[in-house]
């Protein structure tokens, strides 16, 4: 129903005499930023509420492949040189994440608290994989101990 459907005929009521209904506006649809994304999925977690940023930033640099869109160039995470079976592997992973975060660090965005490399043999047929999890501070929130995860 439009605002004025019901508007009498001309001459029908005296002119200034008729005024339209008052509608009650709607609250408008909160917005966000940035998607809240499940770190093991990649599939969206809320359609209403999403992640802060900056949060959201670390999930990004820590899921895309460097050199593959959407992270082109420098951007992204580099683990498809690294052969997760030596005993240098947890290091070298370690350092690969720290820095796919380097831009943010840099910029101020977050602290780094810890990051924790393992590596384990999927099955004899299978290539290995390996999983990291980043301890990090948002320093624009202030909120610390939150945790990402890099999964290869």
């Known amino acids: 129903m439009y605002p004025y459907d019901d ?6 009521v005296p002119a200034g ?9 709607t609250t408008p649809i909160t917005g966000h ?4 994304v499940d770190p093991t999925t990649g599939e969206l977690l809320s359609l209403s509420t999403g992640a802060h940023p900056i949060d959201a930033e670390v999930q990004f640099r820590l899921r895309a492949a460097k050199g593959k869109a959407p992270a082109l ?11 997760k079976l030596l005993e240098s592997s947890p290091r070298a992973i370690e ?8 831009p943010m660090l840099v910029r101020g965005d977050i ?3 810890t990051v924790r490399a393992t590596v384990a043999e ?9 999983a990291a999890v980043v ?18």
């Open 17 to 25: 005499t008729w005024s339209p209904d008052i509608v009650a506006a």
């Open 95 to 102: 350092y690969a994440a720290r820095k796919a975060l380097e």
């Open 73 to 83: 160039l420098d951007d992204g995470l580099d683990l498809a040189g690294i052969s």
């Open 122 to 130: 999927a099955d004899l047929e299978s290539t290995d994989t390996a």
């Open 135 to 152: 301890t990090y501070t948002n320093l624009q929130t202030g909120a610390p101990d939150l945790r990402a995860r890099v999964f290869r």
């Open 7 to 12: 508007v009498p005929p001309a001459g029908v």
């Open 33 to 36: 930023l940035a998607d809240l």
């Open 111 to 113: 602290e780094i608290q």
